[in-house]
């Protein structure tokens, strides 16, 4: 209802006694204000509890290491296995943090950073919590992208937090890991000199010069990517030692797989050699992660320990793919990849020096692949002639040769065997000295990675040789592949009763076994070669009934 401003002047005016009173409203403003200001404040202050240090809004600058005490290391020497070198220098950094005056006595001083470089999984976060763990000292583990922020100068201020706490518990291993986050050579930002990145390297390189190395605290960092890294990084006195983390032989194979064999049941017919032999260029990550899928595998199927069986196939998910076999492909397509992958075997088992055939199947695996060949070396190569990669692109090109024998024409099944013989082929040529173009000169791409493999084994570098030699160039490449092609079409004709024989029992059986092909292989050359199988469609076809 709404009041007229006059109605005290018309009550005096009739004679009527009213008294009003002014109320405050102060304590309700406040609380109106101060209430919701406390709520806020509370569930600000219960977030910061929450946070661990190091992690709430206001302190940005502090670093975000893991830190571990002697007691949460749990790792040691004897569970590290395949890198015996590695392992052999990084011993010495423990007895340096254990017995110091051994070295120093003869003037010797402690090593101020030890770079671990190699492949992704070989072991290198793994060796440096080891040698904490042996040396019993406190661990601080953090990640070279941490230290990148949006604000600058926060990274900085991390750095110099991490190593005035590393000084305060001192001895003790700071590790950084993928210090190509971090560590990159100036001048590759976007920015020039004047990026984030930069002033946290720069206050890094600062610090690893500026601590004393008798006070105990040694940097251990790990990168797959070395070539990339800043020269004032490697030089001595700040990373004073390099140690090659590689992926491991056979003999390191096999030292791995004992080493987590022993957390899994495995069967008496598991021979943890044989699958050390299958498993060549694996690293330690894959070979743990192959005994963990063929346990998933026995799970699955309710047995009571883990088969070779098991592990093959752990094998054939990791380096082929996930086995689809409700992929629905038409007879004839099914009919080409059969004598695709046949031409591949055929071309492996009678090539000098090329890899052994282990297994030929056409079920189809992974993203892309319809079938696969897979070949097993008999022993760990470190280099290669030139013979030995002309057998590898000719056993790329059986493919496609044989569907062109068979069908008269080839497909697109066959491009990544062209593509891979065509990177191959261009590397003889341009980066091994083995072609007659060039002669013995080389065109190697710059800044190529060293530990991380590429999508492709030859990238045309720019701008190294005129449009003359590049022209010589594809003329060789063309001619290399058709000459090896001529050769490989030439080889499946002499044998092509062994082709037609290992096509058919492969669209019966869709797997083959390295020993059957190669029974088969012998039945030939003594002449006593069996008949195929009848086709699937004869199996399937059902037996009619005898005239009334």
Known sequence: MRVSPDLAKELQGHEVEFRGEIESTFLRSLFSWMVPILLFLGVWYFMMKRMGPGQGVMNFAGNKAKIFAEEDIPTRFVDVAGVDEAKGELEEIVQ????????????????????????????????????????????FSISGSEFVELFVGMGAARVRDLFKQAREKAPCIVFIDELDALGKARGMGMMGGHDEREQTLQ??????????????????????????LDAALLRAGRFDRQVLVDKPDLNGRLAILEVHAKRIVLSKDV????????????????????????ALLAARANRDDVTMADLDEAVDRIVGGLEKKNRVINAEEKKRVAYHETGHALVAAFTPNADKVHKISIIPRGIAA????????????????????????QVMLGGRVAEQLVFGEGSTGAANDLQRATDL???MITQYGMGTTLGPVTYSRRNQPVFIPQ???????????????????DEELRRFMEDHEQRVENLLGKHRELLENVAQRLLTAEIIEGKEFDELVKAEAAGDLPAPPPPLEAQAAPEQAPEA
């Open 96 to 139: 340096f943090l254990r017995t110091p005056e051994k070295f120093s006595r003869l003037g010797g001083r402690m090593p101020k950073g030890v770079l671990l470089v190699g492949p992704p999984g070989t072991g290198k976060t793994l060796l440096s919590r080891a040698v904490a763990g042996e040396a019993g000292v406190p661990f």
């Open 271 to 294: 021979n943890l050699r044989a699958l050390a032999q299958r498993t060549p260029g694996l690293s330690g990550a894959d070979l743990e992660n192959i005994l963990n899928e063929g």
């Open 370 to 393: 319809l079938g696969y060949t897979e070949q097993r070396p008999t022993e760990d190569r470190y280099l290669m002639s030139t013979s030995e990669l002309e057998g590898k692109v």
């Open 203 to 228: 206050q890094l390189l600062v610090e690893m010069d500026g601590f004393d190395p008798r006070v105990g605290v040694i940097i251990m960092a790990a990168t797959n990517r070395p070539e990339i």
């Open 425 to 427: 082929v261009r590397a």
């Open 455 to 473: 999508d492709s084994t030859f990238a045309p570098p720019q701008a190294e040789y005129s449009e003359a030699t590049a022209a010589a160039l």
